[in-house]
Nanobody, 115 residues
């Protein structure tokens, strides 16, 4: 079974921080570009951040300077460090390959930033 499992979400005050983890199992994802996506209530899922197999990073403009994507290929894990959280960051966060494959969508992890 190949899957990606997100964790680390929670409820924080605006301005706070969270670190999300995406643990892959079943096969190595070290040769894959990876990304984080999010879906707020009533809205479409959107791209947040990506990291290529060789370390190039890209971000949604509104999270630049606040979020940092990283990966640890030895642990088959991708991370998203989120600082200075804003209420508009509230969403379910998902990881996947980039571009995403439908078979890898998991349950996500809920991030709530309250003011």
């Amino acid at each position: 079974q190949v899957q990606l499992v997100e964790s680390g979400g929670g409820l924080v005050q605006a301005g706070g921080s969270l670190r999300l983890s995406c643990a892959a199992s079943g096969r190595s994802f070290s040769r894959e570009n990876m990304a984080w996506f999010r879906q707020a209530p009533g809205k479409e899922r959107e791209f947040v951040a990506s990291v290529t197999w060789n370390g190039y990073k890209n971000y949604k403009e509104s999270v630049k300077g606040r979020f940092t994507i990283s990966r640890d290929n030895a642990k088959n894990t991708v991370y998203l460090q989120m600082n200075s959280l804003k209420p508009e960051d509230t969403a379910v966060y998902y990881c996947n390959t980039h571009p995403p494959l439908s078979v890898y969508w998991g349950k996500g992890t809920l991030v709530t930033a309250s003011s």
